[in-house]
């Protein structure tokens, strides 16, 4: 697997992460801990609100298509963590059974003015679904390492 | 219990949740599922990052303390879900054992032009730690109704 650090990302650059499937289970198992909304917990009361029947947490969905990221190898060499995400959008209910990937654009790199060993990277996530919708978008600031 | 619709907010209203610490298996539990970073599941290997110890992920702060927030009560009643967020920026590490509570200050209200039953309550939320310092912080959109 590639190891990528800040000087490797270009603007432009795209990224395609592989796909998994989110169950009913996990959705009100996460729900259950941290967003007991009806529409998130209860398959019952989920039918009788405006989506129809249970949905994700947008929480879990977040983290769930991160866990994609992870995983494709892009961010495991240089990741420092991220100082904050910006328009975060969530576009389409994430109902049990969706099977979802991630497209990642850069937008941005940069070095840091006072650390030069490392620095931000700017991308555009865009989750989809296994019908091509997008479900989820927000541009993510990572603090990556540079190549040592 | 007050139940508050899409009518009672107005901008400036405040909101202070009550707390809860976080413990180091939740936050492994949970970056093993979702953000396996070394510095979110491992305390050995976290020591030698610019963390100096295990943090949480920044996706299980973000819904740990929407979980304060539901468990408050002010969303119950008339939350319909959230299109989005802006501006979500992590601003100082969680460490097992930190104790959590969260500030709401509303922003803005507008009710649906083509649904008048629910509108958008904007909101500023800031995490705070048992140390006083802000710990994360973002703007809501939450989509909501209106007082039948």
């Known amino acids: 697997m590639t190891d990528y650090y800040l000087d490797d990302f270009k603007p432009g650059d795209t990224f395609t992460t592989g796909s998994a499937s989110i169950s009913e289970r996990e959705i009100v198992d996460f729900a259950l801990a941290y967003d007991p909304q009806p529409f998130h917990t209860d398959p019952a009361a989920a039918k009788a609100t405006i989506y129809g029947g249970l949905i994700a947490s947008g929480f879990q969905t977040i983290a769930f298509g991160f866990r994609l990221i992870w995983d494709s190898g892009v961010l495991r060499a240089a990741s420092m963590g ?7 959008r969530w576009l389409k209910p994430v109902r ?3 099977t979802l990937h991630v497209e990642m654009e850069v937008k941005e790199v940069r070095v840091s003015q006072s650390k030069p060993d ?3 990277m700017r991308a555009f996530y865009r989750y989809v679904n296994q019908s091509g ?3 989820l978008s927000y541009t993510a600031m990572h603090l990556l390492r540079r190549r040592p």
């Not at 991220?82 to 975060?88: A, K, R």
């Open 82 to 88: 991220s100082p904050g995400f910006d328009e975060l």
């Open 96 to 98: 049990p059974g969706d």
């Open 118 to 120: 490392r620095g931000i």
């Open 133 to 135: 919708e997008d479900v």
